[in-house]
């Protein structure tokens, strides 16, 4: 992966984490255990420390940006969502922030939290454990169920497989011009979108 010491930081990778080779990351970062980073993802701790706690994820072309002396961090099994810009805040433990949504300097996303979709939580935002938090800007919409907290949980933990799944089997190859015959399929975890759990 791009990975660059800037004065005299050098980002760290635990062994058991998985991060895409087109991502980069910049001085003062630190991926915990069993951490995904997805393709194209910018960690620059160039002004402030960035912090993927163990069983993080954090997907495609997401940011992780922050001031000087502060940190950006997200907590245990915190699940972040292509696209999303987190600058200066903290994502609460087992919290998901969704696609593109954008966090902002200050706030901090309690535990078990829900961020939805294109959210745009302002800077020093605050909310209670287990809220769903939609809108631009985003606001505390009402508290979210065990069914949906558990639905988050399932999602992360194939994040969690996923990173085994590249570290162990993830190469770079040449495209084949046509589909095999009979061409395979990725393996079913069981993971359904939200709303179709049951199918």
Not at 29 to 57: K, T
Not at 172 to 180: G, R
Request: aromatic share 6%; with cysteine.
């Amino acid at each position: 992966m791009p990975c660059y010491r800037l004065d005299g930081l050098t980002p760290v990778v635990d062994p058991t984490a998985y991060v895409h080779p087109s991502a980069v990351l910049i001085g003062d970062v630190i991926v915990g255990p069993h951490c995904y980073v997805g393709p194209l993802a910018s960690l620059r701790g160039d002004f402030g420390r960035i912090v993927l706690e163990e069983g993080a994820n954090l997907q495609d072309t997401c940011v992780m940006h922050g001031f000087p002396s502060g940190d950006t961090v997200i907590e245990r099994n915190g699940h972040v969502g292509h696209g999303a810009v987190l600058h200066g805040c903290r994502v609460g433990e087992d919290a998901l922030v969704g696609m593109n949504a954008v966090v902002m300097d200050g706030a901090r996303i309690a535990a078990r939290c829900i961020v939805g979709a294109t959210a745009f939580v302002k800077a020093g935002f605050e909310c209670a454990e287990q809220s769903l938090v939609m809108g631009a800007p985003a606001q505390v919409k009402r508290a979210l169920t065990e069914q949906e907290v558990q639905w988050k949980q399932r999602g992360t933990a194939e994040y969690q497989h996923l990173a085994r799944r590249c570290m162990a089997s993830l190469v770079e190859c040449a495209p084949l011009a046509e589909p095999q015959a009979q061409r395979p399929r990725m393996g079913d975890g069981g993971f359904r979108p939200k709303g179709e759990e049951g199918a």
